[in-house]
């Protein structure tokens, strides 16, 4: 998915950070140590990882470790080495370094959206997830997914004119939109396969409720999506954003 590979990981060591004499950039043993907390946030045992230079120790980290860990860590190298310092660091391959850093944190094959049509909990919740995402993985995320697509119907519904009891699921909005809402009754040429890749959609949006409230932090759940059910949990939702808020926006 999003996670670095082997060029863009030697283009990162060689052509940004720098190695002149077999040293990498100004990196010392300590400051090495001492980067993953003051640049990255990240809590990591590098005696965990192999290499007995920094430069080797620095490729063994970066290879191993998760795509949204590996955005922390080329977002700190962007901190440490911005661009200017060097003559190979000019801006466009800093633009580069931040863009996989972008592709990395997130590591997902559908984008995130903002929504025409939206409301404060929508806004804050697609925030939350955005965040945790690239800060913990997508499987801390899927809660506020499930709440960003959650307040997402609600706000289509309330823009429609449409009542909802305020326990509405987002199954008993998806069905009522697509019973009620008027740019889903014309699906184009072919309307009667549209129609039933909705009612496909409609069990998908069903899933996503056990998903949320027995395999993510909703709740102090035992066990929680893997990272690869996760992603497909968000991709999903993220799917049914893109197309219905085209439709009706």
């Known amino acids: 998915m999003g996670e670095l590979r082997s060029s863009e990981i030697h283009w990162v060591v060689h052509h940004y950070v720098g190695v002149e004499g077999g040293y990498l950039g100004d990196f010392s043993y300590r400051t090495h140590r001492e980067f993953y907390s003051a640049f990255c ?48 660091r000019t801006p466009q391959a800093y633009q580069k370094l931040l863009a996989l850093a972008m592709r990395c944190a997130d590591g997902l094959s559908v984008q995130a959206s903002n929504p025409v049509i939206t409301s404060d909990i929508l806004k804050r919740a697609l925030a939350d997830a955005n965040t ?89 759940n035992d066990a929680l999506l893997d990272k690869d059910e996760a992603m497909l949990a968000i991709n999903a939702a993220r799917s049914v954003f893109q197309y219905l808020d085209c439709k009706f926006s």
């Open 41 to 88: 946030d990240l809590d990591l045992d590098l005696d965990a990882f192999g290499g007995n230079t920094t430069r080797e120790r620095f490729l063994a980290i970066l290879s191993g470790v998760e795509g949204h860990q590996q955005a922390a860590i080329l977002r700190g190298i962007a901190e440490k080495y911005p661009h200017g310092g060097e003559h190979f």
């Open 132 to 220: 945790l995402i690239q800060s913990a993985g997508p499987t801390h995320a899927v809660d506020r997914v499930h709440t960003a697509l959650h307040a997402y119907l609600k706000a289509v519904c309330h823009a429609q004119g449409l009542e909802t009891p305020p326990s509405a699921t987002i199954t008993n909005l998806f069905k009522l939109l697509r019973t009620e809402h008027p740019s889903l009754r014309d699906l184009g040429s072919q309307s009667e396969t549209m129609n039933n890749i909705l009612r496909s959609l409609s069990n998908v949006i069903d899933c996503l409720n056990p998903v949320r409230n027995h395999g993510s932090l909703a709740h102090a």
